[in-house]
């Protein structure tokens, strides 16, 4: 099974909103990453936060990482259309290239 | 400067062919990662490599290999083709090992019929 499950599997909101979706993992980790796929294209690095981290921003992007219930979420807010497009949780459990896991994601649906 | 490439952008292929598909790392960029993403999922990670050796390998078939060359660019190789290795191949780079921010590159559509 995946490390990474994101939650829900799709979401669709309006222009102004906010979105948040969530992540959990199975093992211990030493950071969490979110990616934005537009369209089946190329990933797009988002945020990272460390295992010792509880909270990180990025403009309109906030990430909080519970490692006691090894969960994640990614809050974007005062969505816009150009938002609408897939987001992944991935997690690395080791530095040396080990099981680098992306969840199954969700699909975010940002409407005008 | 230029980002991650990948050749060919599609490609069709028959059941128990061989592909070979290519990446060019961004410039200074020493790791490369192949990942898997069959439709609807996430990437399922294949190989990492850093400064030519394999550091990492997912679960996935001996049919699968990989390498990467002196000036960094790699190739995904894939041996007698199944209709379930039709996906999106994505190449990432990252300056090191850690693979802390990887760039993505647009990926290579196979399709096996």
């Known amino acids: 099974s995946q490390q990474g499950e994101e939650d829900p599997q799709a979401l669709s909101i309006q222009e102004g909103e906010n979105a948040t979706m969530n992540c959990s993992y199975k093992?211990?980790?030493?950071?969490l990453q979110w990616y934005r796929q537009n369209s089946g294209r190329g990933l797009v690095h988002l945020i990272l936060i460390r295992s010792n981290e509880r909270e990180k921003h990025s403009g309109r992007l906030r990430v909080t990482l519970d490692t006691s219930k090894k969960s994640s979420s990614l809050l974007i807010t005062a969505s816009r259309a150009a938002d609408t497009a897939s987001y992944f949780c991935a997690t690395d459990r080791d530095n040396y290239g080990q099981n680098f896991v992306f969840g199954p994601g969700t699909r975010l649906s940002v409407l005008p | 400067d230029a980002g991650v490439t990948q050749s060919p952008t599609h490609l069709i292929k028959t059941r128990g062919q061989h592909v070979t598909l290519r990446c060019s790392p961004i410039s200074g960029h020493k790791s490369v990662s192949w990942y898997q993403q069959v439709l609807g999922q996430g990437p399922q990670f294949i190989f990492q490599y850093y400064e030519k050796e394999e550091r990492g390998r997912g679960n996935f078939p001996d049919r699968f290999s990989a390498r990467q060359f002196p000036n960094y660019s790699s190739e995904l190789n894939v041996n007698a083709l199944l209709l379930g290795d039709s996906a999106l191949y994505l190449c990432?780079?990252?300056?090191?090992?850690?693979?802390?921010?990887?760039?993505f590159g647009p990926g290579t559509r196979l399709l096996v019929l």
């Open positions: 990432a780079s990252s300056f090191d090992l850690a693979r802390e921010t990887q760039y």
């Open positions: 093992t211990s980790i030493n950071n």
